[in-house]
């Protein structure tokens, strides 16, 4: 037995001394024999990531590694060699030893830099989870085990839409993706192009036939893609733009923001045969593109022109197909699946795809939107339909865990097999710190309680009073508020931690003030009564607006929503509704009666005027709604009475077609038969290009005191003008609380 064991025990010997001796030490005890060495000629982009390994090597080990051309590299030291293999696809990153030397490269210059970054995250655990905010570890001894990694991102362009990269390079060199949503684009033709290359204000009075036929006349909401004229324009607009820019690769000839698309008997024909109103816009992009054959002409596949046509789009056309209908409380294969078709659709067609999607609530950047856990499998499905480049639209601004999701975004573009559980502890752990555990509990309870609602459709463009009776019931609020206050107390003896977990806090600090502006209970209501039953402040409202104001104004947190609506101006506006809550109100609680038909929201009740509920910038929230037609109720206030003001307000949201009423006309009765008039109030603000997209308006009027038993309101509708996207199609009026005294 002895003469077998004893060869065995030196064959393993000789094995564990040969994989000792392939380790290498980058630095041991403080000092290194290692240089890292560059091509002679190595390019600016090169000496740079040179830069960043020994950076980062420097605060690993504490020693500063030279950087040496291979003319002048020391024979005596080892190498950490740096370069562009150009046996290497564009996109490839290579990382090897090989005799004690270290080899670090890509097939590009940009994927080199992936590659140096990559080597300090995998190899070297460094973690990058926000600009400035990393975790490098401190060794005196930097060893290696053997190394033969290669990868090639299936993504290869990758951009989330997030100021945390736009505004921070490095940090979007660390995570892989882009400086910007556009690429290689010209900069004033990146998408929704038509009307800039034709405006309306300049062709269509003498021109309507270069515009979409809707019905029986022209608007310009959309082109007439059969029109030669429009064609040959169009190709002219495309040939300045690229003179102007000749160093852009990419320009966009795509549709404006609207379904209202041309309907003429030879666009209708062509749509016909080809299946999908997507068929003129091809053939239309597909003539500007044989005209410029070194660029490249994008287009986009969305809304009416998703579904794919017959033709096949010219080589040098790129589909931009775009997924904004989806629902996003589950992945778009559960959920989304006519999109999912679309995209194998296109994918039959051209191996060109660029994926738009979208990853918040437009409407309301900062509240609650629990479709984390869809990232991960719809980037893996655009993976693999053969999507190279993907756009995750987040929403740029500051949003609801915005650090969170613009971190595990970007992770799982460059390598979608990562799991997505190990992501979200690594963020929560390494960002929040001992906070972090609550945050994820926080993450996890939310999204498992959306899941409790199969039926909830999670909306784009939704808005929290949407899940006050699902994921943001008062009971839950309560429970993530208390979660928000543990992870506070957690990091308390570390101020910059304490602000972040502030920061991730906001959306269910909006929340309950969303809560507390519908009276939903007692104790999320934007007034307390005292025992004479005098009505006063919620103090713990007043409170949580004003945290929620100074955390936003410390960290630049400007934009409520997609439509520019200010933090600034929800705080006034929220500060209006609090006194307004306040006032006393006769006509709070009593019944209403409307004359015309409401429609959708706000279960068409016209209670909703005098329920003590306050609405926001959404007109989701609180607020009545009629389409196409005046608004015309009628308040009873049960007895007559003296009355000497009546106050009512009401939203806009212009690219939603909601608009202000042309005025507002006040009427009083004592039988509900004969009304007479108390007065009419203009619109102060007439709708125009230039109206802001998002705003709410009183309209009050004072008038000598009288008795009334019966007040009637009359608001007209705003015909939606015919500049307007929406041209052709009705507008809306929205009105809350009534208030009479």
């Not at 000792?20 to 190595?42: C, F, H, K, M, P």
């Not at 046509?309 to 904004?324: A, F, G, H, Q, R």
């Not at 955390?551 to 500060?575: H, P, W």
């Not at 709070?588 to 015309?596: E, H, Q, Y």
Request: include cysteine; hydrophobic fraction near 35%; glycine fraction near 4%.
């Amino acid at each position: 037995m002895s003469k077998i064991t004893l060869p065995i025990c030196l064959v393993l010997l000789l094995i564990l001394s040969a994989c000792s001796g392939d380790r290498i030490a980058l630095v041991s005890n403080g000092e290194s024999n290692y240089e890292i060495v560059l091509a002679t000629n190595a390019s600016e982009s090169q000496q740079e990531s040179a830069k960043t390994l020994q950076g980062y090597l420097r605060k690993i080990g504490g020693v500063e590694l030279g950087i040496v051309t291979e003319d002048s590299a020391n024979q005596h030291n080892k190498k950490i060699s740096l370069a562009t293999n150009d046996a290497l696809t564009p996109h490839q990153i290579k990382i090897q030893t090989e005799n004690g030397n270290l080899f670090i490269s890509g097939g590009s210059d940009g994927a080199t830099q992936n590659a140096v970054y990559e080597f300090l995250e995998k190899f070297l655990d460094c973690k990058w989870y926000a600009p400035k905010v990393e975790d490098v570890p401190k060794l005196e001894t930097i060893t290696l085990d053997p190394i033969a990694y290669t990868y090639t991102p299936e993504i290869t362009t990758r951009t989330v839409h997030s100021r945390l990269f736009y505004q921070n390079h490095e940090f979007a060199d660390q995570r892989k993706v882009t400086y910007e949503a556009f690429p290689t684009y010209v900069p004033s033709a990146r998408v929704h192009t038509f009307h800039k290359f034709m405006p309306e204000e300049v062709f269509y009075e003498e021109h309507p036939e270069y515009y979409a036929l809707r019905g029986d006349k022209r608007l310009p909401t959309q082109l007439c893609l059969t029109n030669q004229d429009v064609l040959r324009i169009v190709k002219d607009s495309v040939a300045a733009l690229f003179d102007r820019h000749p160093n852009a690769a990419v320009l966009s000839v795509s549709q404006d923001d609207n379904q209202q698309y041309c309907q003429c008997p030879i666009c209708s024909k062509v749509d016909e045969a080809e299946g999908s109103p997507a068929g003129t816009m091809i053939q239309f992009v597909n003539e500007v593109a044989k005209a410029f054959p070194e660029k490249t002409i994008s287009t986009l596949a969305y809304q009416h022109t998703r579904k794919p046509p017959k033709s096949k789009p010219e080589e040098n056309v790129l589909i931009t197909l775009c997924s904004i209908e989806c629902d996003r409380s589950a992945p778009i294969l559960e959920k989304c699946q006519d999109f999912a078709n679309d995209l194998i659709g296109w994918g039959k067609l051209t191996d060109n795809i660029r994926i738009w999607d979208y990853t918040t609530q437009f409407t309301n950047f900062l509240a609650p939107f629990p479709n984390i856990r869809t990232i991960h499998p719809n980037i893996q499905l655009f993976r693999d339909n053969n999507a190279q480049w993907v756009f995750e639209q987040h929403s740029n601004n500051p949003s609801e865990l915005f650090e969170l999701r613009s971190y595990i975004t970007a992770k799982l573009l460059w390598e979608p097999n990562l799991n997505f559980e190990d992501l979200l502890v690594e963020f929560t752990d390494g960002y929040y710190q001992e906070a972090g555990p609550f945050i994820k509990q926080y993450v996890d309870k939310i999204h498992d309680q959306l899941q409790q609602h199969p039926d909830f459709f999670l909306f784009l463009y939704g808005d929290p009073s949407e899940a006050f009776d699902a994921y943001l019931s008062p009971e839950l609020l309560n429970e993530y508020v208390t979660l928000f206050d543990s992870a506070e107390k957690a990091v308390a003896h570390k101020p910059e931690v304490v602000n972040r977990v502030k920061l991730a806090r906001m959306g269910i600090d909006y929340a309950v003030l969303e809560a507390s502006r519908k009276n939903l209970t007692e104790d999320l209501s934007l007034t307390v009564a005292d025992s004479n039953g005098m009505e006063s402040i919620n103090p713990m409202v007043a409170m949580l607006l004003d945290n929620f104001s100074k955390t936003a104004k410390s960290n630049d947190i400007t934009l409520m929503n997609e439509m520019g609506f200010t933090v600034n101006e929800y705080g006034a506006n929220y500060l209006s509704a609090l006194e307004m809550a306040k006032k006393p109100n006769k006509a709070k609680g009593k019944t209403v009666v409307t004359l015309t038909k409401p429609k959708k929201y706000a279960g068409e009740d016209p209670m909703v005027l005098t329920d003590g509920a306050l609405g926001g910038s959404s007109f989701y929230a609180n607020w009545l709604g009629y389409e196409g037609n005046n608004m015309e109720v009628v308040v009873d206030l049960g007895k007559t009475q003296p009355i000497s003001s009546i106050s009512m307000a009401f939203l806009q949201v212009t690219n939603h077609v909601v608009f202000f009423p042309s005025r507002v006309s006040y009427l009083g009765s004592v039988d509900n038969q004969n009304f007479v008039p108390l007065g009419t109030l203009k619109n102060p603000k007439p709708l125009n290009k230039k109206s802001k997209v998002n705003d709410i308006q009183y309209f009050d009027l004072d008038f000598e005191p009288n008795s009334y038993r019966y007040i009637k309101v009359i608001a007209p509708n705003t015909e939606t003008p015919y500049w307007h996207h929406a041209a052709g199609l009705p507008s809306w009026v929205f009105a809350d609380e009534i208030i009479i005294d």
